[in-house]
């Protein structure tokens, strides 16, 4: 099942409508658009042991992206490191700075390029010292420069992004967050509260232990255990006859 938006969201946890008296007659009506994400966000919280909670925002989705390799034709003029033209090593096609994908002149800004009327040049001092030494020990085709650069594959894409994350009492850990951008599959809703539930288990588990758990069947005096135990936090003891390896709130 594909989730599209908000009301599709409300509807998958049950929450999609209210239930009123009139007159004597019962009758069904959607919930009010103000009160969507209050009734999605209560109805997540209820539908988990640990308590998750549910934010809504508005955004664009990050673009996947694929590391590509960039040959640069960088010389030495009078005037300064002139970078000529680049293209991917893959690709016999040549690019001139000012036709530059976005992804690779966001990557040569780092390196200081600067337009001069027509021409582009390298400005940081350092790649400028860099290009200088390379330049004097290579010869063509081999004084290209290589670039790794994270091209874009996909666009980004404003949407409404659902992230689902939890807090476990007592010790103020949280779960990893997880954002789903709408829409998404209901599998994928499912497997992610499973996730956070999981991570909150283990928290829990590691934290939350009675002053017996770790002490159980171990010949310490009864003062000696609350003093070791309030030293800090200890793990939940499976076998523990006082909280029945359930832990404690603390």
Not at 151 to 166: A, F, N, R
């Amino acid at each position: 099942m594909i989730i599209e938006n908000r009301r599709q969201l409300a509807e998958y946890f049950g929450v999609g409508n209210v239930v009123i008296c009139v007159r004597g007659e019962i009758r069904t009506h959607p919930i009010d658009d103000d009160y969507l994400d209050q009734a999605i966000s209560n109805a997540i919280f209820n539908h988990t042991r640990c308590g998750a909670w549910a934010r809504f925002t508005s955004g664009y989705t990050e673009p996947e992206t694929v590391t590509k390799t960039w040959l640069l034709d960088i010389r030495r003029t009078i005037v300064g490191i002139q970078l000529y033209r680049a293209r991917l090593q893959s690709s016999s096609h040549w690019y001139r700075p000012e036709n530059f994908p976005p992804a690779l002149m966001d990557a040569l800004q780092y390196d200081g390029l600067e337009r001069r009327e027509r021409k582009w040049y390298i400005t940081d001092p350092q790649t400028v010292a860099l290009v200088v030494d390379v330049l004097k020990t290579r010869t063509y085709p081999q004084k290209y420069f290589h670039l790794e650069v994270d091209m874009p594959i996909t666009q980004p894409i404003e949407g409404v992004c659902l992230t689902l994350g939890s807090i476990v009492e007592g010790v103020e850990q949280e779960a990893t967050p997880i954002p789903l951008w709408f829409p998404f599959e209901s599998t994928d809703l499912d497997n992610a509260l499973e996730q956070i539930e999981q991570e909150c288990d283990e928290i829990w588990y590691s934290t939350h232990g009675c002053p017996d758990c770790w002490t159980y069947d171990r010949a310490i005096p009864e003062h000696e255990k609350e003093r070791l135990w309030l030293v800090g936090a200890t793990f939940v003891n499976p076998i523990c006859p006082t909280c029945e390896g359930e832990g404690i709130i603390i």
